[in-house]
């Protein structure tokens, strides 16, 4: 009985795969394949994700639409470039390398569109600190705003865009910590204007939503010189989470 089951369970061992697992097992093997590729690409694209850099899509500190404006350069042709280290996410209009425009009454013109502004984002450097700056209840935020960005030198039209475009992220939180680091900006994004303007003014601010509020050093707002003549000015800024 014993060598009667002993030859059975050696035949079992022996005998082919089933017709049915020849015919599964490559199914099988091609799932796997694919499988395994979509949990490569989907990790691959995550790490990217997170590692590239915030504003709009990304994870991180992001500069978030600083915007350029032009006056004093009418019907003269002026050409921007960013320095070679400025890394840009988007860009509007198409910035292919530089920017190239006819002015006209304060307006960037190619052959067939107006442009009030230029607008670009670009990845950060890590360098910002928020140790010297103002904490802002959420009740005083628009006031604070409107009476820095007069000092830095914005006008009325100006400080508009930047309170509109900021505000509506600023007032999610009850406090903000809030800097302003122009020279730091100008440090990490070169910008050449042909021709050279006589005034140019880049106003750059970082903040931090917070609960409480907290002690900050008191930063010096430095003023701006009167434009004159031929004048670039810029603003844009950077939430760090």
Known sequence: MDEKKAKRKEKNISDPPSKLWIILHPVLCFFLI?????????????AGYLSYGTAYGYVG????KP???AYGYDTIDVTLDFD???ELTCAYPDYNGHWHFNMSSDKFLDSDRTYDYLYYEAVTTDDFDLSHGFCVKREDTIAFLEDSLRMMGLNDRESNDFITYWLPDLMQHKYNVISFQ??????????????????????????????EPVEVEPQTIECTMPRQGKTIVEWGGTELK
Do not use: H, Q
């Open 67 to 69: 915007v350029i404006y």
């Open 84 to 86: 070679e280290n400025t």
């Open 34 to 46: 694919i499988l395994g590729l979509c949990i490569g690409i989907t990790a691959g694209y995550y």
């Open 61 to 64: 500190d992001l500069m978030k």
């Open 182 to 211: 122009s020279k730091k900006f100008e440090e990490f994004v070169g910008l050449t204007v042909n021709p050279m303007p006589d005034s140019m003014i880049r106003v750059y601010m970082v903040w931090k939503g917070v609960d």
